[in-house]
Every structure is written in C-alpha cells, then in structure tokens.
C-alpha cells in the first residue's frame, strides 16, 4: 500500500510528444521565428541534382548552412553560386523532419561586394583563356563592306540610335536588330541565344545571315554589367561563326566578351566605324585612283611613242636595205639561161641510158612470160571450193532457221500462258464473280451506276444486272441493252 501512494518520481507528469510533433513544432518554429532571411558567407560545396534542383553551402570561419533553390526558382538568380564566391543569399529557413535538419531555401543570391565579382571574373578569364578562347589566332577579320550587319541590344535607349545614325552616315547598310535585356538575369541568356539565332540563319534567305555582328551596350557598373561576363555568353561569342564586335560599357569597361569577339570598341558608336569605311572618303579614293591610273596609262603611251621614234632613227633606209638583195637577183638571173640548157641536156642523156633495153622482141618475150604465167593460175581456180563454202554457209543458215522458229514458238506458248493465267486473275477479280455469290448491280435509265438508296428512289426506271442477265424495272420504256459498264467492284454497288 506504501508503494501505491507514494509520490511519482520527477518529471513523470510532463507531456509526451511524438516525432512528428516535435519535427512540426520545430519547423513551425523555425519559420515563425526567422521567416525571410538575408545571410552572407563563402559558397562552400556545390551540388546540381538530375532533377535540376541546387544544393550548396553557406559557411563562415565556424559553422555550415545548407541552402537549397529549387529548379524552378534557378533561372531566377541573377548569379549561380560557385564554390569560393562570397555572396549574400535571401531565402527561407525552414527544417527537414525526415533528417533532423534545417536549410535555408534560397531564391536570390547577390555577390557580396565589388571585390567578389572582380575576383569571380578573374577566376573565369583564367578559365576560358586556359582553353584558348583569347588566342589571337582564333580571330577572324572584320569584312571590308558587309551588306547585312546584326545588331544586338535593347530595342530603347541611345544605343541602337547612336549605331543606326552612324552607320547612316558613313555608309548606310542593311540592320537586323535582335532585342536582348542587357542586363539583369534575362541578359545572358537572351545574348547567347541571339548570337546563336543569327548563326543559325541561312545565307540569302528570306531572313538572311548577317556578314558581321555588333553586341553593344552602354556603360554602367560591373553588376550592370554582370550579364556579359557570364560563361554562357563568352563561349556563345568564341563558337560564331561570323565575325563580332564587342562594345560593351565605355573605353574603361571591360568584360569576357571583348576578349573572345573578334574586335572590341570602346563604345557603340566606335563599332559602327569599324564596321563600314566611310562612303565619301571612298569615293574621293576611287576618284584619285582613277586619275592616277590615266595618267600612268597616258605616260606609258608617250613614252613608249618616243622610244619607237628613237628606234626607228637607228634603222638603214629601205635604198640601203635593198640594195644587196638586188645585187644577188641580178647575178642569179644572169645564170638562169645556162643553168636552164645543161639541165635539158642531163635529163636528155638519162631518158636515152634507160631507153635502149627497150626493144620489141624483148617486150614480146614479157608479154609471153606474163601470158603463161596466167594461164598457170587460171588452172588452178576450181568452182569446187566455192560449192563447197555456199553448202557449209547454207547448213548453218538451215541450224539457225531452225533455233529461230523453234525460240519463236517457245515465246509464243510462254506468253499465251501467262495471257490465259492473266485473263483467269481478271475473272476472279471481275465484279462478275461478286454476282455470282448473290449480289447485283444497280443503274438507272441512262446506264448511270448507282450507289444509294436516295439516287434509286429519284430514277425514273432501274435496270439490275445479275450473274444471268439484266432485268429493267420502273415505268420507262425498255432500251436496247447495251454492254455495262466493266466497274470494278470497289467502285459499284452490290447488293
């Protein structure tokens, strides 16, 4: 009985919660107590899961605090979190009962000062120019005179203007605008993917590819101008293939963009003077050119003038020049009559040496040589070797002929089978068959097929052909029958 009235011990009467309560409290806590929050620190570990969300710490010199952005809040951050960046992050706190943890949910991150973002941008220059997007071989030179320049920027301010009425006054040329946010998280993005869209169009299509690209914004501060030093860009900038100018911020600006584009200018208004020659100062050149090239031709003529005046100075006159040549004619012309008497006397003697062998018994006993000679050959031609060829050439005429007729009426049962085996296919295709198995074709008066039951009743008369023949119904007087139609049956009617 003692036992039953004693006291309970310490603490027994104290309330008893179960895990999911106290997890509960404790995140209702937490969120009640802090709410939204701002915390700086160094990023720490990094991770980006399959699902796309973000997973990184928060840390200072002691403690760790994990921060998690969810996918769909990560194309929201004006800056992803890199590992070793001091930023400030915004955020919810909130705790994860399942693990006993707490995290803060983060939806804006912001770099913690102007020294963070310098030392972030060094981090990537060294990065980028570690690959060889800087190298200077990798540039590509500006065209002399593009016809069609693309122009990325923002649609208002002074930018576009100051471009638009430079390029007007130096030497006016095709502009397409591609408008972009310059700055603020959409800028990067919206950069790469217009670099990337004017690269992908089609020379000399109905949109067509620009010859040269200008990315120009104007000046401001380093987060202003944060977007053109984002990864994304640079390596959107080095992958064009056609050539660019960057003229991002003023002369003192610099960002990752200048050191991949093709070309920096220090302003916009510099880009479009690198982009086309002035007009009139080509004009003026082309004059001068011109000029220079008349009177170069105009003295090539005088001076070539002269010179022939000079040779021809050097020359003998034509009495001096001919007076030899005579000379050497009248000497052989008074040669040419003995010349012409001892050559009729040479071929005179040569005609009598070959002509007295040539007498007439000697010309007779060559006939007579000549005349047995033919007669021994005519002996020989027999008209037996002769038969004997027509009769080997007629036997294999005959083996021929015989090939021929026998190949021709092969040919010819070939083709009446499969002509027999055709028309049998077309029998069993025929609608013909279809009538046989029970069903009919349905026309009207004037031989017009029929398909419905509407078109029957309007028909004046029907005319309904069977497998044994046709049968006309209805008041109009009988026609002449006449060959139906050969409609194949997926185009009748059968009933």
């Known amino acids: 009985m003692s ?22 409290e404790v995140k209702r806590t937490l969120e009640g107590s802090f709410g ?22 928060i840390k200072d010199d002691r403690n760790v605090l994990a921060c998690t952005t969810w996918k769909g809040q990560v194309a929201s951050l004006s800056v992803v979190p890199e590992e070793g960046l001091e930023v400030v992050v ?20 912001a770099v913690a000062g102007q020294g963070a973002l310098m030392a972030l941008l060094e981090k990537r220059k060294k990065q980028l120019e570690a690959e060889g997007l800087f190298a200077p071989e990798r540039k590509r030179p500006l065209p002399y005179l593009p016809q069609i320049i693309g122009v990325i920027t923002s649609p208002q301010g002074a930018v576009i203007r100051d471009i638009l009425h430079r390029l007007r006054d130096r030497f006016p040329r095709k502009v397409l605008i591609w408008p972009v946010a310059v700055q603020g998280a959409n800028c990067a993005p919206e950069v790469a993917r217009a670099i990337d869209g004017f690269n992908q169009l089609t020379p000399g299509g109905a949109l067509p590819r620009p010859d040269l690209l200008i990315v120009a914004r104007g000046g401001g501060s380093i987060e202003d101008l944060w977007g053109f030093n984002e990864e994304i860009v640079a390596r959107a900038a080095a992958a064009s293939q056609i050539p660019l100018i960057s003229a991002v911020g003023h002369e003192t600006d610099t960002t990752l963009i200048d050191f991949v584009s093709d070309r920096r200018a220090p302003t916009p208004t510099a880009a479009a003077e690198m982009a086309v020659p002035v007009r009139l100062e080509l004009l003026a050149w082309t004059g ?15 001076r070539r003038a002269q010179r022939l005046r000079d040779l021809s100075r050097a020359l003998p006159g034509k009495d001096s020049l001919l007076s030899e040549p005579r000379q050497r004619f009248d000497r052989v012309a008074e040669k040419l009559d003995g010349a012409l008497m001892t050559g009729v006397q040479r071929r ?33 031609l027999s008209p037996r070797a002769l038969d004997r060829e027509i009769a080997a050439q007629g036997d294999r005429l005959t083996r021929l002929s015989d090939r021929l007729h026998n190949a021709h009426t092969s040919r010819v ?24 198995r029970g069903y009919a074709v349905v026309r ?12 029957a009743a309007k028909a004046a008369a029907l005319q309904i052909e069977f497998a044994d023949g046709m049968l006309d119904t209805g008041a109009a007087p009988a026609k002449p029958a006449s060959k139906p139609k050969q409609t194949p049956p997926e185009q009748g009617s059968l009933f």
């Open 3 to 24: 036992d039953l009235l004693d006291d309970p011990q310490p603490g027994q009467n104290m309330p008893e919660f179960t895990v999911t309560e106290i997890s509960g």
């Open 36 to 57: 939204r929050i701002r915390v700086r620190g160094e990023v720490g570990r990094v991770f980006k899961a399959r699902s796309g969300h973000l997973y990184y710490d």
């Open 90 to 109: 915004t955020g919810r706190l909130t705790a994860f009962g399942a693990q006993s943890k707490y995290n803060l949910n983060v939806d804006e991150v």
């Open 288 to 302: 001068e050119q011109g000029a220079r090239l008349s009177r170069a031709a105009s003295d090539a003529v005088q």
């Open 348 to 380: 005179r003697l040569r005609l009598t040496e070959l002509s007295a062998p040539l007498r007439p018994a000697s010309l007779r006993a060559l006939v007579a040589a000549r005349r047995d000679r033919l007669a021994h050959l005519g002996s020989r």
């Open 413 to 436: 049962d070939r083709l009446r089978q499969q002509l027999e085996a055709t028309d049998r296919l077309r029998i069993q295709l025929s609608y013909k068959a279809t009538l046989a």
């Open 444 to 455: 009207d008066d004037q031989g017009t097929l029929l398909t419905t039951r509407a078109e």
